[in-house]
């Protein structure tokens, strides 16, 4: 009986968990959608670090978390923060030189395991945030592969296939345990 109670109890958790993780995922999706943009919640954004620029403090395929919003020109070196390179082309790299160029602050960075620096100052309006020193490794491979049209398939194909499947179970153990209580045996043993 204990056994059966706490069966059951993981199962409820597990299924709001997924639920839980499931209304994230779309919402995450969605302010993404709606803001024309990338995620943003509660002022930090998720990156996925494509190269190995920044290792071995950052490796390939993890993602980042980077705070938005701060005041770009006081941002000091050493500090880890991503920018636009270009117009379709965002780098994480470390700040190695605050210039002052004509009045305004300009930075130099350089990736960590990269022998040179960058060759183009970054303007603080190119700046999207710093770094929160919050990385999970290897996840940003499977962020990547969710953007292709197999991995998109597939992010809504299994979450439904595990739906439907959590449906059938609760399904058939209603089937079985009506089928319990209506057996000749269950029937006798009440009288």
């Known amino acids: 009986m ?11 958790s597990l299924a709001f968990l997924f639920y839980v993780a499931l209304l994230f995922t779309f919402f995450v999706i ?26 071995p403090n950052i490796k390939t395929g993890s ?11 006081t941002l000091k070196e050493n ?9 379709n082309r965002i780098v ?21 395991s990269n022998k040179t620096k960058d060759m183009n100052l970054v303007l603080p309006q190119n700046v999207i945030g710093e770094y929160t020193n919050i ?6 491979y ?3 592969f969710t953007k292709s049209k197999g991995g998109s398939l597939l992010l809504f194909l299994i979450p439904g296939l595990l739906l439907f499947g959590y449906s059938l179970v609760a399904i058939w153990r209603t089937f079985i345990q009506h089928k319990k209580e209506s ?9």
Do not use: C
């Open 135 to 140: 990385t999970i490794p290897y996840i940003g």
């Open 79 to 87: 500090d880890i923060i991503t920018f636009k390179a270009t117009e």
């Open 142 to 144: 499977f962020i990547e």
């Open 63 to 73: 993602i980042i978390i980077v705070k938005t919003g701060g005041d770009p020109t």
């Open 92 to 112: 994480t790299h470390r700040i190695v030189d605050v210039v002052q160029k004509n009045g305004r602050t300009m930075y130099r960075m350089k990736g960590d």
């Open 183 to 191: 057996s000749p045996e269950s029937v006798a043993g009440t009288k």
């Open 2 to 12: 204990i056994l059966k109670s706490i069966t059951r109890f993981l199962s409820k």
């Open 30 to 55: 969605g302010s993404a959608i709606f803001s024309g943009g990338e995620p943003n919640l509660f002022g930090y954004q998720i990156k996925t670090v494509l190269s190995g620029s920044m290792e």
